[in-house]
């Protein structure tokens, strides 16, 4: 499956526009759906954490099968959430990807791969 493919997917099952943001103008009505999306993200990212957390805390860091797919099933979460955000503003998880490859390797040519801001 290609991220298109996905995100396509992903579209089929947004639930979220068909309840709300109805009778708004369509700069508030994309905005809060964008917010809805990043929440989302959020929410899912969070779980995610917990769940490693909690294999910290209470399973000595064993990384089980059944652990490890508890934890996949989050990060399809946070995928959704991702394909959703990226419909939302008009672009696709296909060109993040690359637009974040980029980076990374100009980064690493320049030798500033490490450190932290966005435009280092």
């Known amino acids: 499956m290609t991220f298109h493919e996905y995100q396509e997917g992903a579209a089929n099952t ?10 708004l103008p369509l700069t508030i009505d994309n905005f809060l759906a964008v917010s ?16 490693v957390k909690k294999i910290q805390r209470d399973d000595k860091f064993e990384l089980t099968p ?4 508890e934890i996949k099933g989050e990060i399809g979460g946070c995928l959704w959430y ?3 955000l990226c ?3 008009g672009i696709t998880l296909d060109s993040a ?7 990374l390797s100009d ?3 320049r030798g500033v791969i490490s450190g932290s801001g966005d435009f280092r």
């Open 36 to 51: 809805y999306c990043t929440l989302g993200l959020a929410g899912e990212a969070a779980e995610v954490a917990n769940k």
């Open 87 to 89: 419909s939302e503003l």
């Open 97 to 103: 990807a690359e637009y974040n490859l980029e980076q």
């Open 66 to 69: 059944a652990k490890i797919l």
């Open 14 to 23: 947004a639930k979220y526009r068909e309840n709300i943001y109805k009778d």
């Open 82 to 84: 991702l394909a959703a």
């Open 107 to 109: 980064r690493k040519k």
